[in-house]
């Protein structure tokens, strides 16, 4: 999955607020989580699909610097969270959303190499993606790599789909809320 420079909050009514799951708090991402997070995300082998190296605590201090600055273009916003989690109090990963305008929404998610195959990463996508929801996003995409079976195991379990569509030689996952005025109330 293609994680992008991504997002703060800035243009748009959707709020990076605290989002709890069963065993998880996404917390707003803060510059002074560069430094767990660095040691978090510091195995090589999570590069395999996305690319690029680790980043060193001052490399991804300064990424974060920027991400919670916000997006320079008024029509995109940052939304980022890192993972913690709630019963060890220690960060384990991140989910972001970029939204365009209000309605769409590209997601994104990575799990530190010891937390991951414990459900935790479709935990996350879930409370992100119930979130935005929430908060009125109909459109929710997601880019996979098509070797990359753990992520698309989790944005399946976030309730996305393949499209069949390929953007940068990964499929694009959707999932297509139904307008507020559609949605059949009991």
Do not use: C
């Amino acid at each position: 999955m293609r994680l992008q420079a991504a997002p703060g909050a800035r243009g748009t009514a959707i709020r990076t607020a605290p989002i709890s799951t069963h065993r998880l708090t996404l917390l707003p991402l803060q510059v002074t989580h560069a430094t767990e997070m660095a040691a978090v995300l510091a195995d090589p082998a999570l590069h395999t699909f996305i690319g690029g190296t680790p980043s060193t605590p001052e490399e991804l201090r300064l990424r974060y610097e920027r991400l919670v600055a916000g997006s320079p273009d008024p029509a995109v916003s940052w939304h980022n969270w890192v993972l913690l989690l709630t019963g060890e109090k220690r960060l384990a990963g991140t989910v972001q959303a970029t939204l365009s305008g209000t309605q769409d929404a590209e997601i994104a998610w990575v799990v530190g190499t010891p937390w991951q195959g414990h459900g935790l990463a479709s935990e996350a996508a879930r409370g992100l993606v119930r979130h935005l929801r929430q908060q009125g996003v109909r459109t929710i995409t997601a880019h996979i790599h098509p070797a990359h079976h753990a992520s698309a195991a989790v944005a399946r379990a976030a309730g996305l789909s393949p499209t069949g569509e390929q953007q940068d030689g990964e499929t694009t996952w959707r999932l297509d809320t139904p307008p507020p005025e559609a949605v059949l109330r009991p």
